[in-house]
């Protein structure tokens, strides 16, 4: 069983940067595409970015494109989401998610939705004071 843990959250400034880290325990993890969610104070969780297996295909919610960018490290089982000019309305519980499929090919549809994936970590908080 994958288990995924999330760090880098924090309290920033708007217009500053965070970079969340995502760390899975296996190594099968570097063979699944990966995903970060968040979750805003009374909303639903919400699509934020999505990595193939190999990081070579990336996908991103309209509301992060061009700040956000998501990578991989394989030989570090790790994922990393990169937020530049943060925005309160980032303020989130962010969220790293594992879809137990191998050398996957990027749906652009299927990534956005939380039932494709299998593995979820517990979030990491993250604040944009104005």
């Known amino acids: 069983q994958v288990q995924l843990v999330e760090s880098g959250g924090g309290l920033v400034r708007a217009g500053g940067s965070l970079r969340l880290s995502c760390v899975a325990s296996e190594r099968t993890f570097s063979t699944y595409s990966m995903a970060w969610f968040r979750q805003a104070p009374g909303k639903e969780r919400e699509f934020v970015a999505a990595?193939?297996?190999?990081?070579?295909?990336?996908h991103y919610a309209g509301s992060g494109k061009g700040r956000f960018t998501i990578s991989r490290d394989n030989a570090e089982n790790t994922m990393y989401l990169l937020m530049n000019s943060l925005k309160p309305e980032d303020t989130a519980i962010y969220f790293c998610a594992a879809e137990r499929r191998q050398y996957g090919r990027l749906d652009r549809e299927l990534a956005t939705m939380e039932g494709t994936y299998d593995y979820w970590g517990q979030g990491a908080q993250v604040t944009v004071s104005s």
């Open positions: 990595t193939t297996w190999s990081g070579s295909s990336t």
